[in-house]
């Protein structure tokens, strides 16, 4: 399934450079710049309409995010897109303005894991509060300690 | 002549709705815009209940998040086993013994008929009907989930299902109670549909509200009944046919109109269609061993793998990474009505606030699992 839907995409993308990842839930992994273009020609193309889930993910040398794509129609398998964010500036572009769905997703990726979306509508802080410091779900932040808050908050 | 300005000067005026509202279910608060009686916007805040589930998770063995599992939707607990386990499960290979898969269909499929029983009474204690079709409900739930308590030792947070199966066999009496539950579980749906279904308020207050274009569903990555109910055919039992659901005979119920009322009508009838799951589910079962001997320090290999399931709710999916250790590299939630929430503001936009409670009633929040 997702073996096709690459060979397609290399034909489709000669310039960007796709790579095939196998595994359990095999992948495409995408650069970042190249991520729109590829997920719009899913969206459009491929018949991908839904996006299932966003996820970010802390490795020790970069921050992946990954997509998991379903068709409405064609059937079963999920298509995964996999990409690469830099430990510093970690940025990948938003697409919700091709699914409205990921919206809180990538709210919830930002809060939790810091990774940017670019061009996200309005991208803050979703279950944690404004103000607080820190990405909990990467993994320097420390899992014990103190955190003094609502100091200068009245409301 | 002299022209005299006839219109008003009117202004927007923006009114909070919780976190302490009894329409929320919980604590979740939302932010209306409104021009008069009409909503202009709505911003739903939420994370009033945010534990950080997921590091939560990474610090414990990957055994010790079945339990957590289920404070995620406490009405739900079996299906967030199911969910989880399956995810684990497939990671490492594990096969799953047959009588154990069925032991797993019918928990998830009575945990089905709960949540939708519950989802309906609490929809009608919004729309004002207060707690006399919930103690309809909830008197099924209590023979529901004294089966619960029967097999697994509580009757919310079953903590029941294990990688590579169940905890526990079924107790003798088990089967003899699952059956007269059973049988007298369509007399109870007809009951309940009898007094709501032609119900002349319900109507009124439910048909044409927040309607739902599948197109918009499908974009919105809505799942579950409110999904169907955008006539969307779209059940991840028949999709990817996990578990051995391929093994059953059973329908997938899509609403007509897209709004309140056919989330109301799929319900009833994913109940129906629950029912004759667990019909052929009783017949069906093997006798023989319910789970399979693992080692008592588990590692997975390294990997990463998605697994979703069809909760009462919509998908529930769990993505783990593996790094090798005893601990999930990651583990990440995809939770059904958080993201069913991302579509609330474009449904009640144009609405009056007391439809925006009929609405969220409508999408059958839970705020452990919105939260996590």
């Known amino acids: 399934m997702s073996r096709e839907v690459y060979e397609r995409l290399v034909e489709e993308f000669p310039e960007t450079s796709l790579e095939y990842l196998e595994g359990k839930d095999p992948a495409i992994s995408v650069k970042a710049d190249d991520l729109f273009e590829v997920a719009r020609h899913l969206k459009e193309k491929q018949g991908y309409d839904y996006l299932s889930a966003v996820t970010g993910v802390d490795y020790p040398d970069r921050f992946e995010v990954i997509y998991h794509l379903y068709s409405m129609k ?25 699914w409205p769905g990921a919206n809180f997703q990538e709210r919830e990726v930002y809060d939790l894991m810091g990774i940017r979306f670019a061009g996200h509508p309005d991208l803050k802080r979703i279950l944690l509060w404004e103000g607080y410091e820190g990405h909990p779900l990467r993994k320097d932040f420390p899992i014990e300690g103190y955190q003094t808050i609502g100091q200068e908050e009245s409301s | 002549m002299q022209t005299v300005e006839t219109r008003l000067r009117t202004e927007t005026i ?66 967030n086993n ?3 386990v399956m995810a684990v499960e497939k990671l490492a290979q594990i096969e799953v ?21 519950v989802a309906i009474g609490a929809l009608l204690n919004d729309l004002g009907c207060f707690f006399t079709p919930m103690l309809y ?35 003798p009496g088990f089967m003899p109670e699952l059956k007269s539950v059973v049988a007298a579980l369509p007399a109870f749906i007809d009951e ?15 048909q044409g509200v927040g309607i ?23 059940d991840i039992r028949k999709v990817d046919s996990y578990s051995i659901y391929d093994r ?82 990651r583990y990440k939630i995809r939770s059904p009505t958080f993201i069913n929430l991302t579509v609330l503001p474009e449904l009640c936009k144009g609405h009056k606030v007391a439809d925006v409670v009929a609405i969220l009633g409508s999408i059958d929040i839970v705020l452990g699992e919105v939260d996590r």
């Open chain 2, 97 to 117: 013994p047959e009588r154990a898969e069925y032991i797993r269909i019918i928990m998830v499929e009575l945990t089905r008929i709960v949540n939708h029983a």
């Open chain 2, 192 to 206: 309940f549909e009898r007094l709501l279904t032609d119900n002349e308020i319900m109507r009124i207050r439910c």
């Open chain 2, 248 to 329: 059953f005979d059973f329908d997938v119920p899509l609403g007509t109109n897209y709004d309140v009322y056919d989330r109301y009508l799929v319900r009833i009838e994913e109940m129906r269609q629950s029912v004759r799951i667990l019909e052929q589910a009783i017949e069906q079962i093997p006798e023989g061993e319910v789970s399979v001997k693992l080692p008592r320090v588990f590692k997975p290999p390294e990997g990463d793998v998605y697994h979703r399931i069809e909760s009462p709710k919509g998908e529930l999916g769990f993505y783990l990474v593996s790094d090798g250790s005893t601990n999930p590299y």
């Open chain 2, 212 to 234: 739902l274009p599948p197109d918009v569903a499908v974009g919105y990555s809505c799942t579950g009944p409110l999904l169907r109910a955008s006539g969307v055919d779209y």
């Open chain 2, 137 to 171: 409900a909830l008197e099924e739930r209590e023979r529901i989930l004294d089966l619960f308590e029967m097999a697994s030792g509580s009757r919310m947070m079953c903590n029941y299902m294990r990688f590579g199966g169940v905890r526990y066999d079924l107790p």
């Open chain 2, 82 to 84: 199911l969910a989880y």
């Open chain 1, 74 to 98: 064609e059937g079963p398998g999920p298509l995964i897109l996999k990409v690469s964010a830099s430990k510093e500036e970690p940025e990948v572009p938003s697409l919700v303005s091709l």
């Open chain 2, 14 to 79: 923006t009114l909070n709705m919780g976190p302490q509202h009894p329409s929320t279910h919980g604590v979740f608060r939302m932010i209306i815009t409104l021009d008069g009686e009409t909503i202009v916007d709505l911003e739903p805040v939420m994370g009033y209940l945010h534990r950080c589930q997921e590091k939560i998770g990474e610090r414990n063995t990957y055994l010790q998040n079945i339990p957590y599992t289920d404070r995620l939707d406490y009405i739900c607990s079996m299906s």
